[in-house]
């Protein structure tokens, strides 16, 4: 049934084809300014730990287990409106960035941060951009990220529960006010959350 979430081998998901594929439908995109005042931009100077957690992140998304989710629905992680859509194209003072791999959902630091669906975490750690962040594995390909928390509550190896607390809300990595940044990974893709929610309310974390 779950078929489809399977590459035709697990060497040759390649996320640059998925990149190709889409990028005319890129171009229509909305497209979002920021600018920010110097002194609040942070230099990077410490560009040796962006590259090693960018080796980090190809490591992770490159996982693969072979057990299928249960379902591909998954729970809003923390309630609240969304401040900002996935595919989302950025101007960040003057220069192009990447579109938004992800959903942003507002919400004030220290809000509890539940796991979207049963899973293992294969993840924890304060990326470069992205902060104090979490990445749990669903299988057969279907990550979800949890970026710019305050607090992490679990560790690289627990299993959780959908509904389980991971973490609480924060504005950690470049953001510009607390808030969560929620990816979903699809066999090494960033695809849109959106697609995966199901209609009920999230959970209140446990």
């Known amino acids: 049934m779950f078929g489809f979430l399977t590459p035709h081998t697990k060497d040759d998901a390649d996320p640059l084809v998925s990149a190709r594929t889409i990028s005319a439908w890129l171009r229509h995109l909305p497209t979002q300014d920021v600018i920010a005042r110097q002194h609040n931009v942070m230099r990077v100077f410490d560009g040796m730990r962006q590259s090693s957690r960018q080796v980090d992140l190809a490591r992770v998304t490159a996982t693969f ?84 928390l305050d607090a992490i509550t679990v560790n690289h190896g627990d299993t959780v529960a959908e509904g389980d607390l991971i973490g609480r809300v924060g504005a950690t990595g470049r953001v510009t006010g607390p808030h969560l940044h929620w990816s979903v990974s699809l066999n090494r893709a960033m695809v849109d959350p959106a697609l995966f929610l199901a209609d009920a309310p999230p959970p209140a974390p446990r």
């Not at 809003?76 to 791999?101: A, D, E, I, T």
């Not at 304060?126 to 710019?148: E, P, Q, S």
């Open 65 to 148: 287990t072979d057990s299928p989710p249960r379902s591909l629905r998954l729970a809003q992680p923390v309630p609240g409106p969304y401040s900002s859509s996935f595919g989302l194209r950025r101007v960040f003072n003057g220069q192009s960035r990447n579109p938004h791999s992800g959903m942003d959902i507002a919400a004030s630091k220290g809000t509890p941060v539940a796991a979207a669906a049963a899973g293992r975490v294969i993840d924890t750690g304060d990326y470069f951009f992205n902060g104090r962040t979490v990445w749990i594995d669903h299988g057969a390909g279907l990550l979800t990220m949890y970026c710019h």
